[in-house]
């Protein structure tokens, strides 16, 4: 399975944006990223997801590089309810297991 | 709005003991999965199901055994409850679409101590 790189943490202050990268140099032409997070003492949730086009929801918005190596999530304004851990991952199109393998991830800290 | 439910939040049991942990989704899903998550290690894939009655093993099936009677519950089994199956235990369910982009569903988890 095709590999994702992230930082082990991250900081930063309320209501300010955060970015937070992933790298994924391996990735081939069919695979989706997704970014789940967790909250602490809760399961993993799902944040948002693409291909090649940025996408925008309700909770972030999802930069996709050109050769999509790489990918950067963007919550907008940062809230201390954003806290959790957020899992860059690559999952196969038409994969019928639906397996996700979860990394590491980033630990987002946020700052009053 | 969608929901996953499992059975404990906290469970204490002894070394030997069979542990029951359930699981049920109220969204009519294909798929259900069981992870178990350790500090260090992230979430790791026990079982899977695909359909009721059927069922595939993950990355670490060893010590577990699971049973899908009905689509909307997954039942994860420790036959014999052993100190390094301390962990958290969460359970997802996503749509069978054969499309990468169905999101999963996790349960709040099962916080499970082996003593």
């Known amino acids: 399975d095709a590999k994702t790189t992230q930082p082990n943490s991250m900081e930063s202050n309320e209501e300010e944006p955060v970015h937070l990268p992933c790298n994924h140099s391996?990735?081939?032409?069919?695979?989706?990223i997704h970014w789940y997070r967790q909250l602490p003492s809760q399961g993993p949730e799902y944040v948002i997801h693409?291909?090649?086009s940025n996408v925008n929801n309700r909770m972030a918005s999802l930069a996709i590089a050109e050769d999509r190596k790489s990918s950067t999530l963007i919550l907008h304004r940062a809230t201390l309810r954003d806290a959790a851990v957020y899992y860059c991952i690559l999952r196969e199109a038409m994969n019928r297991d639906d397996k996700i393998i979860f990394g590491k991830g980033t630990r987002l800290h946020i700052l009053p | 709005d969608v929901k996953v439910t499992q059975s404990s939040r906290y469970l204490v049991k002894r070394t030997g003991e069979k542990v029951f942990l359930e699981c049920v989704q109220d969204?009519?899903?294909?798929?259900m999965f069981w992870y178990r998550q350790d500090p260090g290690l992230g979430l790791r894939l026990i079982y899977f199901s695909y359909d009721v009655k059927m069922k595939e093993k993950g990355d670490i099936p060893e010590g577990y055994s699971v049973s899908r009677e009905k689509k909307e519950r997954f039942s994860l089994i420790l036959e014999s409850a052993s100190t390094n199956q301390t962990s958290m235990y969460l359970c997802a369910s996503s749509l069978l679409s054969g499309l990468a982009g169905e999101t999963q569903y996790f349960g709040p988890g099962t916080r499970l101590l082996v003593l």
């Open positions: 969204m009519d899903h294909e798929n």
């Open positions: 693409g291909l090649t």
């Open positions: 391996t990735i081939s032409g069919t695979d989706y």
